[in-house]
T-cell receptor
């Protein structure tokens, strides 16, 4: 499968714990995006990378959130001190460049107990 | 930033009928408009997209039309089938930047009755 892959598919954790998600984009795609989707809503932009550079962060991304793409390939999204409101589907997408089709992964569903 | 409004929020049709979903956007400099289909528990899947230099694009039973003057674009599905039932999202990037991030509409739940 050469599509975008995300790991884990599901994460259940207690409030206050830290969690980390991984995204592997389509291999030749230099752009990688993170979105968050809650039930009944469209995906909301969180942050994006061009190669290893993080070029924009949404105001939705509080200081508890951090994302990296150290070698310009896979990316990680970490949430520290999780809160109930962090429960959502975290989606990763990748594309070949600006205004090129973005292809999504299956997402990581985060549930905070 | 970009604001995308999508209507209707739910759409119910009989198999074989046509379905139309409309989106309006706020940033006149936006130049790329994709449509995604999301089935329950699955990833958003790109089904068609259109660029601002084109007024219409068609792919089998799916078409998208763009009216730049009015700042709206629409998804048309003809000869609907039960497997078309899903949530459909429109999206647009902010214009005037090279970021490519997408602002999504609120989604339309399409139900096709056999």
């Amino acid at each position: 499968d050469t599509g975008v892959s995300q790991d884990p598919r599901h994460k259940i954790t207690k409030r206050g714990q830290n969690v980390t998600f991984r995204c592997d984009p389509i291999s030749e795609h230099n752009r990688l995006y993170w979105y968050r989707q809650t039930l009944g809503q469209g995906p909301e932009f969180l942050t994006y990378f061009q190669n290893e550079a993080q070029l924009e962060k949404s105001r939705l991304l509080s200081d508890r959130f951090s994302a990296e793409r150290p070698k310009g390939s896979f990316s990680t999204l970490e949430i520290q001190r999780t809160e109930q409101g962090d429960s959502a589907m975290y989606l990763c997408a990748s594309s070949l460049g600006t205004d090129q089709p973005q292809h999504f992964g299956d997402g990581t569903r985060l549930s905070i107990l | 930033g970009e604001n995308v409004e999508q209507h209707p929020s739910t759409l119910s049709v009989q198999e074989g009928d046509s379905a139309v979903i409309k989106c309006t956007y706020s940033d006149s400099a936006s130049n790329y408009f994709p449509w995604y289909k999301q089935e329950l528990g699955k990833r958003p899947q790109l089904i068609i997209d259109i660029r601002s230099n084109v007024g219409e694009k068609k792919d089998q039973r799916i078409a998208v039309t763009l009216n730049k003057t009015a700042k709206h674009f629409s998804l048309h599905i003809t000869e609907t089938q039960p497997e078309d039932s899903a949530v459909y999202f429109c999206a647009a990037p902010p214009g005037g930047t090279s970021y490519g991030k997408l602002t999504f509409g609120q989604g339309t739940i399409l139900t096709v009755h056999p």
